[in-house]
């Protein structure tokens, strides 16, 4: 795909990632994650309690819950449960991934990773990159 083409997509994608990051019922960040292959989206995931739990992502003092479940780890997880596969796919995520989700996102077989805001620890950008998973930084939604 040419690249302006592909430009318009990402941009088109991540503010779908955006969207879906809104329906988040957590307070420190709301995070959507979108995954595309072959131009259909066969996933969509943002960061929330396990289902069952209360929407509550926080604690009494205001820290995350340890077993909040990331965007991207609940969009790949959906994945998992499906007959679809995500080798060869995208991953449009609103922040970028930590360390422990970028282990997944590159066992699952994704080859590329757009992101929209850099999470504070780089080291989940650094095990892609080492990995081979191409990396792209859209700051803009135009």
Request: glycine share 8%; proline share 3%.
């Amino acid at each position: 795909m040419p690249q302006k083409k592909q430009r318009k997509y990402d941009i088109a994608y991540m503010r779908m990632a955006a969207e879906w990051g809104k329906l988040s019922h957590c307070k420190r960040k709301q995070v959507g994650a979108i995954i595309v292959k072959d131009k259909m989206i066969i996933s969509d995931g943002y960061n929330g309690t396990p289902s069952g739990f209360e929407n509550f992502c926080e604690d009494e003092a205001g820290y995350t819950k340890w077993y909040v479940l990331h965007a991207e780890a609940n969009a790949i997880l959906k994945v998992a449960s499906s007959t679809q596969s995500c080798k060869g796919a995208t991953l449009y995520i609103t922040m970028s991934p930590c360390k422990e989700c970028s282990k997944l996102i590159h066992q699952a077989g994704i080859v590329r990773v757009v992101y929209h805001f850099a999470y504070k620890d780089h080291l989940g950008l650094d095990f892609l990159e080492k990995a081979g998973v191409q990396l792209e930084y859209l700051p803009e939604l135009e």
